[in-house]
């Protein structure tokens, strides 16, 4: 008995674990995460109870929020004299509401995720700076919410598919989940940048409103990809789809509903910025991670 | 130690600094403070920028230690000693700027009781959530429920939110979470002395009960006693360092003995005084009524006078003086001033419009009426009693010496009580 202690006293030093192993590339604290992944679905949970807690409709707001942004903006659509009422008939109609719907959809995942993230690490400080978690599960916890939505939304697009028929394409369905979990790693990139740099500089929560307002516009969220095809000559089509937000859309778009799908090199251009984004959001993050309990 | 001999390392401890910044020139938190910080610095000559310059400094500076599984380890030093630096390193919540820190199996950290409750939720949520962020996992929770509700005695309130919980309910449910983590390391800062009496018994005894299970469990508190109770070792930190590291009996020792050095008595020099734009202070002192010399140590059977020396710098200043007292475990004792109604001798100088000049403001404490141990005084003074534009918090510590007097008939010790009054006591004979 005594000599086991003994030999456990000896490798003494061999397990214990020491804090802040070189992370160069920011992949240890993935694997932490993921290690963590109840605690993620805790603070998930959390957010999902605490917004819709004395909130008289509940739950239903995931639906009534993007019926709402079609509805405004189709009615936009037919009263800034996009469509005449008149020639247009019900599939026309639909199809508009589908192609709205979706950009809506869409946008809202990157809205919403950006716009909650953004403060998550620092409305969180009492807790940062109590108690160590791998301090990545805030901001992803958001992400999972604006997924949530999205996936909840997404239900609308059903019987939306019913009444457009045949022309809903069922066999390129695969490319709106591609799209997504495209522009989720977007989202990823982009919140761990700005809860971050929320952490020491407030400005990115005064600054990022203005931001996603001229990113609606820079984006097919409530217009379709023909009208680009139609004002942009072919170099800043490619420009325009770098934006990954508006290659995702554009992807999904075509996926489900057939429309026009970007540029191939816009595409590529795209793909490009979100791994560079998402590389330098891990390397940026595992550094912010050292002085963050101390500046917060 | 010599018990944990055998045991393996569980916390490793290796040349650990950490540098703080202080001041603000060079990181500038917005724009506008930096601009804003140029202006008042041409305004004054251009002097003021470069004389406000960062100042670096240390709160830990090479510490060293390990602590093997079992041991329960308690931190002591004053304020700003860097007790709380070293355990959110040690929580892995601040990097240091320099060492390394290694632990063994899961840690747990205990900074703050109920982190992360959430008003919104209800108790029943709040458990799980709390322990997840304690680090638990949902079966673990889930497997200790009944526990951790027994323990906090909110079995009602499950499904209230936390908003409509009492404060008291808050800390207990908080503990009780934090108690039933179970985890191979624990630290904790000053949370034992939450709640009634009663439950920091329990809370007591569920550390201890936590050290022989083999944990290793690091504790800083101001509570000499609990220290003294529940650890086998502890270490003194000062400015920085570990200054002791020994059985809990010398480090508590040797921390009085640092606050037992003083004179008696603090003068300050012009620059360094505390002062308003009105009155500065000179010095404070304590020495037993009728003396002229101050001293640390004051006898009990012997009124105890706090002298105050200040000058009022213009004419017509109103000044109040207040004193605060506290026993060496922050237990607040007293609070008095030179008010009228406060006082037993008419203070001609309250509230009256003062002239130029200097003053002796002197404050007597009864004989017989405080304990032998160690008191702490805060100053405070200021135009009016509530509001001080000078404060002085833990100015002057002195300790009382027990002559004897109170004694003659029981000779045991009269450790525990802060105040030991001599009462009137009479017995009569009364047949019924």
New interface residues.
């Given amino acids: 008995m ?1 000599n086991q ?2 030999r ?2 000896k490798d ?2 061999e ?6 192993q070189p992370d160069p590339l920011g992949l240890r604290q993935l694997k932490e995460a993921w290690d ?1 992944r ?2 993620l ?3 998930f ?2 957010d999902l ?2 917004r819709y ?2 909130v008289f409709i509940g739950v239903l707001w995931v639906l009534v929020q993007p019926i709402l942004g079609t509805l405004i903006f189709l009615l936009l659509f037919y009263f800034m004299g996009a469509r005449k009422l008149s020639q247009s008939d019900a599939t026309v109609f639909w199809q508009d509401a589908s192609v709205i719907l979706l950009g809506i959809l869409m946008w809202q995942l990157v809205n919403n995720s950006l716009r909650d993230a953004t403060g998550s690490l620092v409305n ?1 400080r ?8 791998p301090r990545m599960l805030l901001p992803l916890s958001s992400l999972l919410c604006a997924l949530f939505d999205l996936a909840v939304g997404g239900v609308l697009l059903v019987p939306l598919a019913a009444w457009l028929g045949h022309s809903f394409h069922w066999q390129t369905c695969w490319a709106a989940f591609a799209a997504v979990l495209w522009l989720s790693a977007f989202c990823f990139g982009a919140i761990l940048w700005l809860s971050s740099l929320n952490a ?4 990115v929560g005064y600054i990022l409103p203005f931001l996603m307002q001229i990113g609606m516009f820079l984006s097919p969220v409530v217009y379709g990809f023909d009208r680009v095809e139609n004002s942009l000559s072919k170099f800043w089509q490619i420009v325009y789809c770098g934006n990954p937000v508006a290659s995702c859309i554009g992807l999904a778009r075509w996926g489900v509903l057939g429309s026009p799908l970007p540029p191939v090199l816009g595409l590529m251009l795209a793909g490009l910025i979100t791994i560079v984004l998402v590389v330098s959001s891990l390397i940026w993050f595992q550094r912010s ?3 963050m ?2 500046r917060i | 130690m010599d018990v944990h001999e ?4 569980a916390i ?1 401890v290796e040349d650990v600094s950490k540098q ?1 910044r202080l001041g603000t020139l060079g990181e500038h ?2 724009i506008t403070e930096a601009i804003s910080s140029k202006i008042k610095a041409l305004l004054k000559g251009g002097t003021s920028g470069a004389s406000q310059g960062v100042k670096d400094f240390w709160a830990l500076e090479h510490v060293s230690f390990r602590i093997r599984q079992g041991e329960v380890v308690g931190i002591i030093g004053h304020n700003g000693a860097g007790k709380s630096t070293l355990l ?1 390193i040690l ?5 240091p700027t320099c060492g ?5 199996g899961r ?1 747990g ?1 205990l ?2 009781v109920g ?2 409750f ?1 008003p ?2 209800t108790g029943r ?1 709040n458990i ?2 709390n322990g ?4 638990m ?2 079966s673990e929770i889930r497997k200790r429920f009944d526990q951790i509700v027994q323990f906090a005695e909110v079995e009602q309130f499950l499904d209230t ?1 936390v908003k409509r919980y009492s404060s008291g309910m808050t800390v207990r449910l908080g503990f009780s979470v934090a108690a039933h983590m179970e985890p191979d390391v624990l630290i904790i800062d000053e949370v034992l002395s939450v709640g009634d009496q009663a439950f920091q018994n329990r809370c007591m005894g569920k550390a201890t009960e936590l050290g022989t299970q083999g944990r290793a469990i690091l504790v800083v508190s101001h509570n000499l006693a609990a220290i003294a109770n529940i650890c086998c070792r502890a270490m003194l930190l000062d400015h920085g360092s570990i200054v002791l590291d020994a059985s809990p009996k010398q480090v508590i020792d040797r921390y009085l003995q640092g606050m037992r050095a003083d004179t008696g008595r603090v003068n300050w020099n012009t620059a360094s005084a505390p002062s308003s734009d009105r009155v500065r202070l000179h010095s404070v002192s304590i020495c037993n009524a009728g003396r002229q010399s101050s001293s640390h140590q004051v006898d009990i059977d012997q009124p105890i006078c706090i002298r105050i020396d200040y000058e009022v710098l213009r004419e017509d200043t109103i000044n109040t003086v207040q004193v605060q007292l506290k026993d060496e475990n922050g237990v607040y004792i007293l609070s008095s001033a030179n008010a009228p109604s406060m006082s037993l001798t008419q203070d001609d100088f309250f509230s009256k419009p003062l002239s130029v000049g200097r003053y002796r403001t002197e404050c007597e404490l009864p004989a017989n009426f405080l304990n032998d141990s160690r008191y702490v005084i805060s100053l405070f003074l200021g135009p009016e009693i509530g509001k001080p534009t000078i404060r002085c918090e833990n100015v002057l510590a002195f300790s009382v010496l027990d002559t004897g007097a109170m004694r003659k008939e029981y000779l045991g010790s009269w450790y525990g009580p802060v105040i030991r009054p001599r009462l009137a006591w009479s017995t009569v004979e009364a047949p019924l």
Wanted: hydrophobic content about 35%; cysteine-free.
């Fill in positions: 005594v202690i003994n456990q006293a003494d030093f397990s214990l674990k020491y804090y802040g963590s109840e605690l679905l805790s603070f949970q959390r109870l605490i807690r004395q969180y009492h807790v940062i700076t109590k108690i160590y978690f020491q500089y407030r400005d991670n050292q002085w309990a101390d | 055998d045991t393996s390392i490793d703080f938190q917005r959110k929580s892995r919540i601040v990097t390394r820190v290694g632990v063994r840690v950290s900074l703050e982190t992360g959430h919104e939720l949520e799980f959530l997840a962020i304690l680090g996992k949902r939110p």
